[in-house]
């Protein structure tokens, strides 16, 4: 058996150590879907960048700086910055006014049952594409990093839903939320490590480090050996449109980022909003110093791997654990390709955790059944429910597509959907006392109609006949769900909403009458 | 529709009346066991409208607005600065500074420092924020 199966096995066994004792701890809803809401900041914090830094950011971001240089460090700044608008403008009016999902804060002071059965739809859609996402990229590089394991993509796939579905089935948020700190303290440890032996291997000297980034050499497409200065911008997003599809992804970022539903539900797992506002600070140091160091990880990997060396030995996307190798051997190596699997499993499970929350509390109770809890712990039966179906179709999805499918572009369409339906309906549900449950519904019907069509009509899909250039829809889908929001308002008035914006605006900046922690 | 009707006597549970059940805190003392309030649930909320007419709640929502709007304003401005100027400034971007190290690359980390100092500045103003709210509920409780 290969060091990183060991390495695996040994993180499995402890998450579901975890899982037990979570288990025997969650009685209620409260205590599944919140964690209580006992956790504390620091805790809250790790989870939330555990939560957020996926294998597409550890492996992804890393493989494009080792092969493009400036462009891909450039990409990972968006994902820093858009921090700023969760804590400036979402964390805090959020845990203030809300009890488990995002369309708690709709259905506030807007009519219940259509926000909250598009809020779901939604929240299921944004949960489901990225889940995918990380189970096919989960697949093909588990089969990847354990080729000589004998570790098919199916097993791999099919053994990482498992474990999912166990984690949420049994575990709840509270485990949820421990799989994602034990994997984001791996995931930091590892990522200093390699910095640091990258540091070490140019003798500690920046400067030497700097001049050999700016000059790489590799063999071009057309087999041609070059010297290339990978600080200089352009390698990746090139004229006429590399510019507008940077800051079409950016604005995806920076107003997506606010509007995840896995995100947005860890700010229900803590007691209160100054301890939301903590935890988004803590989370901020973490994925900041993260994506800093990516600095070293794809650099490094440019420089003392060499971008030849990884095109022949898996692509791209194994720039870190090919880095760890040629910098500390096998047994490094190991311990990074089993961190990247825990990498996947916390995100998936966040994932899940969010889409089985938001269909059980926001559609089964307030939705079918019009509010009124029918028996004790049914929502939480539904939720578990609702875990092991989601589970089950990502896991057949994800066999169905293969190894080979290109899924980047569902990360996109994921972040899309989050900021061109959800974050314009929740700013305004907050800031504008006019916005009504038409305005809602038409925000994120438009919100999410723009973001699939252009992504279909994007070189993602289409290749070359794109009838829309760019690879984010952004750009054009964010404005056009506000616009959505914004005319359907406009196109009637709900009085009764109207009113209720002083007891939600009383509400979300005082903390008065919000959802307390319970008291275990 | 009369504050009497919407909030009953100051006994009633003051539950929003639009939302199911189960979307918020219920505000009455009746609701839960005694044991389970916290201090604050156990001010007796009159009424919001009054809350909102507070010089108190005023000037909170004033001091919040004064600082995040310009705070996002500022930060949007700044990151977008980066993809326009590497798009469209490509030379000034790729002048060297220190060494081979550019104007690009410096930017691209200025971006981060930005992120954690707004982040830091907007903690020391919201000590300001929790203050005040912490006056309006000990108003609340103290006027009972």
């Known amino acids: ?520 | 529709m009369s504050q009497e009707k919407r909030f009953g006597t100051s006994e009633a549970d003051l539950t929003a009346s639009v939302g199911a059940a189960t979307d918020v805190a219920p505000l009455s003392r009746a609701n839960k066991p005694a044991h389970e309030l916290t201090a604050d649930e156990d001010v007796d909320v009159a009424d919001w409208e009054r809350v909102a007419a507070m010089d108190e709640f005023k000037e909170l929502v004033a001091a919040k607005r004064k600082f995040i709007i310009p705070a996002t304003v500022f930060f949007i401005v700044y990151y977008f600065a980066l993809p326009l100027l590497v798009g469209y400034a490509p030379a000034l971007m790729a002048r060297k500074v220190f060494g081979v190290v550019n104007v690009a690359y410096l930017f691209a980390l200025s971006q981060f420092f930005m992120a954690w100092i707004l982040a830091a500045l907007y903690v020391r103003a919201a000590g300001g924020f929790d203050a005040l709210a912490t006056r309006i509920l000990s108003k609340l409780k103290g006027g009972r």
């Open chain 1, 1 to 520: 058996m290969s060091a990183s199966v060991v390495m695996f096995l040994v993180f499995i066994a402890i998450t579901l150590v975890i899982t037990w004792w979570a288990a025997r701890k969650n009685t209620g809803s409260q205590a599944y879907f919140a964690a209580g809401r006992s956790l504390t900041a620091w805790q809250n914090g790790i989870a939330v960048a555990g939560d957020y830094m996926s294998a597409a950011s550890f492996l992804g971001i890393a493989g494009i700086i080792a092969f493009q240089g400036y462009d891909g460090f450039m990409y990972s700044v968006g994902w820093l910055v858009a921090y700023l608008t969760v804590l400036l403008v979402v964390a805090e009016p959020l845990r203030n006014s809300g009890k488990y999902t995002m369309a708690d804060v709709l259905a506030y002071r807007l009519r219940a049952r259509p926000v909250r059965a598009m809020g779901a739809l939604s929240t299921l859609t944004v949960s489901t594409f990225y889940m995918i996402a990380q189970m096919v990229g989960a697949g093909a590089l588990v089969s990847l990093l354990l080729k000589d394991t004998g570790i098919s993509f199916r097993m791999a796939v099919i053994g990482i839903g498992i474990l999912m579905i166990v984690y949420v089935v049994f575990g709840g948020m509270l485990a949820t939320t421990w799989v994602q700190i034990i994997k984001a303290i791996l995931l930091m440890s590892g990522t200093i490590l390699l910095s640091f032996l990258v540091l070490k291997h140019f003798n500690f000297s920046l400067g030497a480090f700097f001049d050999a980034i700016a000059h790489v050499t590799y063999h071009d497409a057309q087999g041609n050996l070059v010297t290339q200065d990978f600080l200089t911008p352009g390698l990746r997003y090139k004229p006429p449109y590399g510019a507008l599809d940077l800051i079409s992804l950016g604005m995806a970022l920076l107003f997506g980022t606010a509007g995840l539903p896995h995100i947005l539900v860890r700010f229900y797992t803590v007691p209160d909003a100054q301890t939301a506002r903590k935890s988004v600070v803590w989370a901020m140091a973490i994925i900041g110093t993260f994506y800093i160091l990516t600095t070293f990880l794809g650099f490094g990997a440019a420089t003392i791997v060499g971008r030849d060396f990884i095109a022949k030995n898996g692509g791209n996307n194994m720039s870190a654990p090919l880095l760890a190798q040629a910098l500390a051997g096998d047994l490094f190596f190991a311990f990074i390709s089993a961190i990247a699997f825990a990498t996947i499993l916390a995100v998936v499970a966040g994932l899940t955790i969010s889409a089985s929350t938001s269909f059980a509390h926001d559609f089964w109770t307030n939705v079918l059944k019009h509010g009124k809890e029918v028996a004790q712990d049914e929502e939480v039966r539904v939720a578990r429910v609702t875990a092991f179906v989601v589970g089950a179709v990502s896991i057949a999805i994800a066999i169905a597509l293969g190894p080979n499918a290109n899924v980047a572009f569902l990360v996109a369409l994921a972040f899309a959907v989050a900021a061109s339906a959800n974050l314009p309906v929740i700013v305004l549900s907050l800031f504008w006392r006019r916005f009504n449950t038409r305005g809602a519904v038409c925000g994120l019907a438009t919100g999410l109609l723009a973001s699939l069509i252009l992504i279909l009509l994007s070189p993602s899909i289409m290749k070359a006949n794109a009838i829309f250039p760019l690879e984010n829809p952004g750009i054009v889908s964010i404005p056009l769900g506000f616009l959505g929001a914004v005319l359907g308002t406009l196109s009637g008035r709900e009085p009764s909403a109207e009113a209720k914006f002083t007891e939600l605006n009383v509400r979300a900046n005082t903390g008065l009458g919000a959802e307390k922690a319970s008291s275990h």
